[in-house]
T-cell receptor
Framework: GAGVSQSPSNKVTEKGKDVELRCDPISGHTALYWYRQSLGQGLEFLIYFQGNSAPDKSGLPSDRFSAERTGGSVSTLTIQRTQQEDSAVYLC???FGSGTGTDTQYFGPGTRLTVL | SQKIEQNSEALNIQEGKTATLTCNYTNYSPAYLQWYRQDPGRGPVFLLLIRENEKEKRKERLKVTFDTTLKQSLFHITASQPADSATYLCALRDSSYKLIFGSGTRLLVRP
């Protein structure tokens, strides 16, 4: 596809379960970002991947959160032992990763996670 | 700590009028400022970027200003249309790759 895709679009889970969220970036984009957006809030940076460099995990809220990016393309965000406060929309974005300030991020539609 | 403020109250205007949205920031010296549009259930979509040394940027009916002294950006939509109704987010960026987003302002354009 032409844009960033994410799956699933919606995920309802029970407290304590693990969830995996998937992101397919735009082909050719070397940079990939994960954000979290709670209701009525701005986007909260979670993690950043750039090529083969070590990811910037500085935004991950706890060690229950992890992410990987295989083959420089698809990325998976994993949340272990989910808590109700994890409920939010998780957004993925990709960019060319030019390293310049004009590098534009293209966002996917997000995964709405609800933890019961 | 770095803080970005956008009016949390929705802006409600009549079709054809100019919408003006405000983004204020503190404890930050961004090199770039971006505006995004977000529709319900969708991810943000990039609209405009303005550099710290630029005062104003235009794109069709959109205009962005950037005042680094006031630490403020204004986002204008002229001749507004109901299809412009959405949430508009401002995002700041320094020389790194990180974007810091405001919480957005919802715009409602009445026909």
């Amino acid at each position: 596809g032409a844009g960033v895709s994410q799956s699933p679009s919606n995920k309802v889970t029970e407290k304590g379960k693990d969830v995996e969220l998937r992101c397919d970036p735009i082909s050719g984009h070397t940079a990939l970002y994960w954000y979290r957006q709670s209701l009525g809030q701005g986007l909260e940076f979670l993690i950043y991947f750039q090529g083969n460099s070590a990811p910037d995990k500085s935004g991950l809220p706890s060690d229950r959160f992890s992410a990987e990016r295989t083959g420089g393309s698809v990325s998976t965000l994993t949340i272990q032992r989910t808590q109700q406060e994890d409920s939010a929309v998780y957004l993925c974005a990709s960019s060319f990763g030019s390293g310049t300030g004009t590098d534009t991020q293209y966002f996917g539609p997000g995964t709405r996670l609800t933890v019961l | 700590s770095q803080k970005i403020e956008q009016n949390s109250e929705a802006l409600n205007i009549q079709e054809g009028k100019t919408a003006t949205l405000t983004c204020n920031y503190t404890n930050y010296s961004p090199a770039y400022l971006q505006w995004y549009r977000q529709d319900p259930g969708r991810g943000p979509v990039f609209l405009l970027l303005i550099r710290e040394n630029e005062k104003e940027k235009r794109k069709e009916r959109l205009k962005v200003t950037f005042d680094t002294t006031l630490k403020q950006s204004l986002f204008h939509i002229t001749a507004s249309q109901p299809a412009d109704s959405a949430t508009y987010l401002c995002a700041l960026r320094d020389s790194s790759y990180k974007l810091i987003f405001g919480s957005g302002t919802r715009l409602l354009v009445r026909p």
